[in-house]
């Protein structure tokens, strides 16, 4: 094109001249050491002191039966006028189960108090539910008595 103006699109001129380099840097000075000088060592630990002699260990447990060591823990039972107490309570049968729920519970709550049994929330639902048993039974009774005080003959 004629017009005097490079073309834009042309790709750039090469300039074939070899590349130089400025003169190099002064060298880095000497670096410093990477760590700091190390403190002088601790002194040696003193001998541990002599073992003390204990006293002779007892004899171990006599072994169980089929090589099994006895255990030291006793399995606590489970009260089983806790369990009859609770049953009883859940059987009703007109008031008489309440009754017999009742009067289990209660010896039932004296033994776990004492520790030698467990059971002791079991004895206690025995007993609250056999009151609540023996109220219910006594509904009709209190009614029938009511009834016949009111009721002139």
Same mark, same amino acid.
Not at 15 to 34: E, H, L, M
Not at 78 to 90: E, F, K, N, R
Not at 91 to 98: I, Y
């Given at each position: 094109?004629?017009?005097?103006?490079?073309?834009?699109?042309? &790709?750039?001129?090469?300039?074939?001249?070899?590349? /130089?380099?400025? /003169?190099?840097?002064?060298? +880095?000075?000497?670096?410093?050491? &990477? *760590?700091?000088?190390? =403190?002088?060592? %601790?002194?040696?630990?003193?001998?541990?002191?002599?073992?003390?002699? %204990?006293?002779?260990?007892?004899?171990?447990?006599?072994? $169980?039966? *089929? $090589? +099994?060591?006895?255990?030291? %823990?006793?399995?606590?039972? /489970?009260?089983?006028?806790?369990?009859?107490?609770?049953?009883?309570?859940?059987?009703?049968?007109?008031?008489?189960?309440?009754?017999?729920?009742?009067?289990?519970?209660?010896?039932?709550?004296?033994?776990?108090?004492? $520790?030698?049994?467990? $059971?002791?929330?079991?004895?206690? !639902?025995?007993?609250?539910?056999?009151?609540?048993?023996? !109220?219910?039974?006594?509904?009709?009774?209190?009614?029938?008595?009511?009834?016949?005080?009111?009721? =002139? *003959?």
């Amino acid at each position: 094109m004629g017009t005097g103006q490079p073309d834009p699109f042309a &790709p750039p001129a090469h300039d074939r001249s070899p590349i /130089t380099y400025g /003169t190099p840097p002064v060298p +880095y000075a000497a670096q410093p050491a &990477p *760590y700091a000088p190390q =403190p002088p060592a %601790y002194p040696a630990q003193p001998a541990p002191y002599p073992p003390v002699p %204990y006293a002779a260990q007892p004899a171990p447990y006599p072994m $169980g039966p *089929y $090589g +099994y060591a006895p255990s030291a %823990y006793v399995p606590v039972e /489970t009260s089983g006028l806790a369990i009859g107490s609770l049953v009883a309570s859940l059987l009703w049968v007109c008031g008489l189960g309440s009754l017999v729920a009742v009067v289990l519970g209660c010896i039932a709550l004296g033994e776990t108090r004492a $520790g030698r049994r467990r $059971g002791r929330g079991m004895a206690i !639902a025995g007993i609250i539910i056999g009151v609540l048993g023996l !109220a219910v039974a006594a509904i009709p009774f209190a009614i029938g008595i009511y009834d016949s005080a009111t009721q =002139p *003959y």
